[in-house]
């Protein structure tokens, strides 16, 4: 993945580090785990890149739980049916996980940074397995809180965060 972001960087050079992050971490797939690397790769204060990539990975999560299931009915009547079905067989396969555990399975479903999971098929889990919304949110804010303590300690490494204090 971080040779993947590395040519990410490379594409957005010339805009300011703090908006590279910013955008990556708004990007389905990459997210927050895909923003903190950049930071690193970037050399942005760790302090400084944690928030960037959190309000970026959260930003889309409300209009995913509110709007998915509209959006999804409108565009199956259109060319993109074929990728409609596919986002939702995404979320049918993480359903199986997170439905076990319900919103403890959300948490760590959108928590653990293994490529699957993260904020946005999170958000498109319950939304398409009507959460309550409350409950969404927390599991899912729950769950950024983890990942990025996690992807803080693999992308700055743990002697870094240990010099800091």
């Known amino acids: 993945m971080e040779g993947f972001i590395q040519n990410i960087v490379s594409a957005l050079g010339g805009i300011p580090s703090e908006l ?88 760590l479903f959108v928590g653990i940074p293994i490529p699957g999971t993260g904020a946005w098929t999170g958000s498109l889990v319950a939304a398409l397995f009507h959460f309550k919304l409350k409950d969404a949110c927390i599991a899912i804010a729950g769950g950024l809180i983890l ?9 700055y490494g743990i002697p870094y965060i240990i010099s800091m204090f």
């Open 20 to 107: 590279v992050i910013f955008i990556i971490s708004l990007c389905p797939i990459l997210e927050l785990r895909g923003g903190l690397i950049a930071a690193s790769i970037l050399h942005v204060d760790m302090w400084k890149a944690i928030p960037i990539c959190i309000v970026g990975n959260i930003l889309p999560i409300p209009f995913i739980l509110l709007f998915i299931e509209k959006i999804f009915d409108l565009l199956k009547n259109t060319r993109f049916v074929k990728m409609i079905n596919r986002l939702e067989e995404k979320a049918e396969k993480g359903a199986k996980k997170i439905m076990k555990h319900k919103k403890w399975g959300l948490l």
């Open 147 to 155: 990942a990025t303590v996690i992807m803080t300690f693999i992308s």
